[in-house]
């Protein structure tokens, strides 16, 4: 840096060998603070089924959803389908108008790579 510059906030910079333990300026990463804005009324659920896919959620991914949210129309949420008796997730535009909607889905949390018990729990599902 030149002289006169200011260093960004939130930037720290080290020459040579950095010091995790000497440099305050380092917080841990809290999932909360990124994914969750609203803590009383955020909800995770386990999703089954390939059905949306095209929205971008997948089986087993796990979505949170933020029941505080007015949606937006393109928003993707979930909603309880009277028809079937289970939640049905689509874009709010999507939604039938009689649908109650239950949230926004405001992220997923996709694994890449599974556990040995749920890689048993996926091999015993196929054989079935």
């Not at 950095?18 to 609203?38: E, K, Q, T, V, Y």
């Not at 979505?63 to 949420?77: E, G, Q, S």
Request: aromatic residues 8%.
């Amino acid at each position: 840096m030149n002289a006169g510059e200011q260093e960004p906030t939130g930037i720290s910079i080290h020459t040579g060998f950095p010091n995790p333990a000497a440099d305050n300026s380092l917080h841990g990463l809290d999932l909360n603070h990124f994914l969750i804005r609203h803590s009383a009324s955020t909800y995770f659920f386990r999703i089954r089924g390939g059905d949306w896919e095209s929205s971008g959620v997948f089986d087993g991914d796990i979505a949170i959803i933020d029941r505080a949210l007015d949606p937006r129309k393109t928003d993707v949420v979930i909603w309880w389908n009277d028809n079937s008796e289970q939640f049905t997730i689509s874009t709010c535009k999507d939604m039938p108008k009689n649908a109650q909607l239950w949230g926004v889905i405001t992220s997923t949390i996709h694994q890449l790579r599974a556990s040995g018990q749920e890689l048993q729990a996926r091999s015993k599902q196929h054989e079935r």
